[in-house]
């Protein structure tokens, strides 16, 4: 019997799929039964550096994201109080104003590209899973994604891409693959994977005993 939420880490570089991996699994459940938490709106918030200094922030290192925070609230969730979960801006580079009522539910899912990279997320993770997508797929979904929806040129999303997301992909987000219990290739349009998934909480969800 489980007497406290389950934690699943999603992991995997940008453009991976972890969103889409998310998305699957969370629909075949009921909205009560999954929250998802993505490690991007724990960005550290830099309301106080102009925005031309928040430019250059490496958003791909670890020292980017208020883990300390994250893990305040995953805690929170695991004793079963809800949390103000921050919302993130990706035009500005910084936390937006809001924040969002979260109420703990049965299955936290956290996702991000460096969700396995703090030993302290790691203790509290029941599942971790790395969605595994070759590099040329990543880059032309990133492209797309950050043109059409976070207002950026095609030379900005290249320029960041060649000098901060492949080098810090490489030094911190591949190695975390090492901690996968599951590695996903190709993202939410493994069904099979997917499928295991959904099994594997099912059968968790059944031994819930709160
Ligand atoms: N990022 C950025 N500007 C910011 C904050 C983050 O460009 N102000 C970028 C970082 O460079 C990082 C990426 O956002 O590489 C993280 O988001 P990503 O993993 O690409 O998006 P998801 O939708 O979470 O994941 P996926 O594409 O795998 O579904």
Redesign the pocket.
């Known amino acids: 019997m489980i007497d406290k939420p389950v934690v699943i880490g999603v992991a ?9 991996v998310t998305r699957a699994i969370c629909q075949r459940f009921s909205d009560k039964s999954i929250l998802v938490i ?1 490690q ?1 709106y724990y ?1 550290k918030n830099q309301d106080h550096l102009p925005y031309e200094e ?1 430019l250059e ?1 490496n ?2 290192h670890p020292l ?1 994201f208020d883990n300390d925070l994250l893990l305040r609230h995953i805690h929170d969730l695991l004793n079963q109080k809800p949390i103000n979960k921050p919302v ?1 801006d ?1 035009a500005l ?1 910084t936390r937006s104003n809001q924040v969002i009522k979260v109420e703990p539910k049965e299955v936290i899912i956290l ?3 460096l969700i396995l990279e703090d030993q302290r997320l790691l203790d509290l993770m029941d599942i971790k899973v790395f ?1 595994d997508t070759d590099a040329d797929v ?1 880059i032309i ?2 492209l797309m ?2 043109i059409k929806e ?1 207002g ?1 040129s095609i030379d900005s999303v290249i320029d ?1 891409y060649i000098n ?2 492949r080098p ?1 992909h490489l030094q911190f987000v591949e190695p975390t693959k090492r901690y996968a219990d599951i590695i996903i290739p190709e ?1 939410g349009e493994n069904h099979v994977a997917i499928d295991l998934m959904a099994a594997k909480i099912q059968t968790i969800i059944n031994k819930l005993t709160f």
Not at 12 to 20: M, R, V
């Open positions: 995997g570089g940008s453009g991976s799929g972890k969103t889409s993505e991007d960005y928040r922030t958003y791909d980017a993130y990706y580079h996702e991000g590209i969605v990543r979904r990133r994604r950050d976070r950026r960041q901060v997301v810090m993202g």
